[in-house]
C-alpha cells in the first residue's frame, strides 16, 4: 500500500485529486492538509510514502515546504501538483530536487500511473513547453533585451505577461511577492515608452 499525503488549500480539487487515488486499491490517502505548515507538522509524528504539494497555499506556501521538508530530512517522495505548466516555474521546481511535478488537469490513469512510477524510484515530470530546456526566444531577445536595454528578470515578465498570467500567477511562478512583479512592470512600461499593457503587448507583437 502506497501511502500519500496532500498539501492543497483548494478543498474540493484535494478531495477530488484523494477519491481518484483511492480508486486504486494500492493507492491510501491518509491526510489532507490545507497548507505547508499543516503537512510539516502531520509529517513530524506521521511517515507516508509520498506527500503531493501545490505551489500556491496560504501559511506556507509549496517551494518553503519543499525546503523544510528537505532539511527536516523528511523521507516521503515530494511531487508538486500544480495548475501552471510554465518554464520557469518548471526550472524552479526542479531545483528543488522534487520527485515529480504533475498538472492539476492530468487525467485519472495518469496521475495514478505516475504516482507508482515515482514510489518505485522514478523522477516523473510532466511539463509542455515550446522551448526546450536552456533555449531563449531568440528574436525576442535581440529586439527588446538590447534596443531596450532590459534586464533577464523583465524579459522573463513580459514573457509571462504575452503569456496571459496576472501578477499573482506571475510572483507565484517566479516565488516574488506580488509588489516586487508590479515594480518591475512599471519599469518596463518606463523602458519601452508605452502607457500600459495593451500598449505593450501590441508592441511586442510587432
Excluded: W
Aim: some cysteine.
Amino acid at each position: 500500500m502506497i501511502t500519500i499525503a496532500i498539501a492543497d488549500d483548494h478543498k474540493l480539487m484535494s478531495e477530488g485529486i484523494a477519491s481518484i487515488l483511492q480508486s486504486d486499491p494500492e493507492l491510501a490517502v491518509v491526510k489532507i492538509c490545507g497548507n505547508g505548515k499543516e503537512l510539516i507538522e502531520y509529517l513530524r509524528s506521521h511517515i507516508v510514502d509520498l506527500v503531493l504539494i501545490d505551489l500556491n497555499m496560504p501559511v506556507l506556501n509549496g517551494p518553503d515546504t519543499i525546503r523544510i521538508l528537505k532539511n527536516n530530512r523528511t523521507p516521503s517522495k515530494i511531487v508538486v501538483l500544480s495548475m501552471y505548466a510554465d518554464e520557469n516555474i518548471y526550472a524552479k521546481c526542479r531545483e528543488l530536487a522534487i520527485n515529480g511535478y504533475l498538472h492539476k488537469d492530468s487525467d485519472a490513469q495518469h496521475l495514478i500511473d505516475t504516482i507508482k512510477a515515482i514510489y518505485d524510484g522514478e523522477n516523473r515530470y510532466d511539463y509542455d513547453h515550446t522551448l526546450k530546456p536552456g533555449q531563449s526566444d531568440v528574436l525576442f531577445e535581440d529586439k527588446f533585451l538590447k534596443k531596450f536595454k532590459l534586464s533577464r528578470r523583465e524579459l522573463e515578465i513580459i514573457g509571462l505577461v504575452r503569456n496571459g498570467h496576472t501578477n499573482q500567477e506571475i510572483a507565484d511562478i517566479l516565488f516574488l511577492s506580488i509588489h516586487t512583479i508590479m515594480t518591475h512592470r512599471k519599469n518596463i512600461l518606463h523602458k519601452l515608452g508605452v502607457r500600459n499593457t495593451a500598449e505593450m503587448l501590441a508592441l511586442i507583437s510587432i
